[in-house]
């Protein structure tokens, strides 16, 4: 029942593309890469509207702000190079999708957030929360499995679970908790929704890998 908690891969399905650095993929594979992306950036759109506490990332991102001086903009975006960085060691390999995981959710997030409810009260909040990270997840799992090249943050999380032959799981909320908690110890602040994502955003991320691997007649492992 619990089956998509012991997912360990990112399923390889007849449309996903034979490697990352592949920037003339097959229709199928693009189009499905930008459905995942946009699904993904429709999730983050009603985390912000939920009002209930930013992702753990933007946690982190406030607390070196406050340690270093800097603004929260060029924060995220030294904390986006350290990430890339981390590709290194983990062999981690770009590709179209790490290039448009940056441009389509950021302009999906900005087209939808208008048109998207926004919440006031703290019970739709977190509704709304457990909903955009569960379309969060089911836009993982479409995107990943296209095999285009993940984004900066979800290369680290495939890295690392290559690494330690852990559950997809158990490697994302435990990023997203060691983050969540830097960020905090540093200034940053989390609120109830920070929370619901860092402990659910794994979760999610492996029901989305095993959903779409099975309708694609693949068995995540």
Do not use: H
């Not at 389509?104 to 457990?130: D, F, N, W």
């Not at 940053?188 to 929704?193: I, P, Q, R, T, Y």
Request: contains cysteine; hydrophobic residues 50%; aromatic residues 8%.
């Amino acid at each position: 029942m619990l089956d998509f908690l012991r997912v360990k891969s990112v399923p390889t399905a007849s449309w996903s593309s034979p490697a990352p650095l592949n920037f003339f993929p097959a229709p199928p594979t693009f189009i499905l890469l930008c459905f995942g992306l946009m699904l993904f950036g429709v999730g983050e759109a009603l985390l912000i509207n939920a009002g209930v506490g930013v992702s753990p990332w933007t946690v982190f991102s406030q607390g070196v702000a406050n340690t270093s001086g800097l603004g929260i903009g060029m924060s995220t975006f030294f904390i986006g190079i350290g990430v890339l960085l981390l590709w290194i060691p983990l062999r981690q390999t770009p590709g179209l999708g790490t290039l448009l995981n940056i441009i389509i959710i950021a302009a999906v997030m900005e087209l939808s957030l208008p048109y998207l409810p926004k919440m006031t009260g703290i019970v739709m909040g977190i509704v709304q929360t457990l909903i955009g990270v569960l379309v969060v997840g089911l836009g993982s799992g479409v995107y990943l499995i296209a095999n285009l090249g993940p984004g900066p943050r979800d290369g680290v999380m495939t890295g690392l679970q290559r690494v330690t032959g852990l559950p997809v799981a158990l490697v994302r909320m435990s990023i997203e908790l060691t983050v969540v908690g830097i960020g905090w110890s540093l200034g940053g602040v989390a609120g109830l929704g920070t929370l619901i994502f860092a402990v659910f955003i794994g979760p999610s991320v492996s029901i989305g890998l095993y959903l779409v691997g099975k309708l694609s007649g693949q068995s995540a492992q």
